[in-house]
């Protein structure tokens, strides 16, 4: 089973950028992702790669955000761009057993879960 910890959230104001990291360990799975949920909104998928490095991203964030990893290191990134007060959430990372696309998923289709990392962009 695979522990993720997030890190790297904060406050900043529109248009800034942060980058958010996610330390996984006891298991790297082939497909990882990040979510987000912002005060009174479902969850969302925000962007999912797989082993070989594709990416797939909500089109809320596409041309924004950009998730990647380093295997070496165990750990997933989601840089994040000009961002705006909607981007404004808890931002979760995650692991899915199994194979996955490279595209946006729901949260139920994922399996394991950090704690969550706030981040609150202000205009």
């Known amino acids: 089973q695979v522990q993720l910890v997030e890190s790297g959230g904060g406050s900043v104001q529109a248009g800034g950028s942060l980058r958010l990291s996610c330390a996984a360990s006891?298991?790297?799975?082939?497909?990882m992702g990040w979510f987000r949920q912002g005060p009174g909104k479902e969850p969302e998928g925000v962007a999912t790669?797989?082993?070989?490095?594709?990416?797939g991203y909500a089109d809320s964030v596409k041309g924004r955000f950009t998730i990647s990893r380093d295997n070496a290191k165990n750990t997933l990134y989601l840089q994040m761009n000009s961002l705006k007060p909607e981007d404004t959430a808890v931002y979760y990372c995650?692991?899915?057993?199994?194979?996955?696309?490279?595209?946006?998923?729901?949260?139920?289709?994922?399996?394991?879960w950090g704690q969550g990392t706030q981040v609150t962009v202000s205009a």
């Open positions: 995650a692991a899915k057993r199994g194979y996955c696309y490279p595209r946006p998923y729901r949260k139920v289709d994922f399996n394991y």
């Open positions: 790669i797989v082993n070989g490095g594709s990416t």
């Open positions: 006891g298991y790297t799975y082939s497909c």
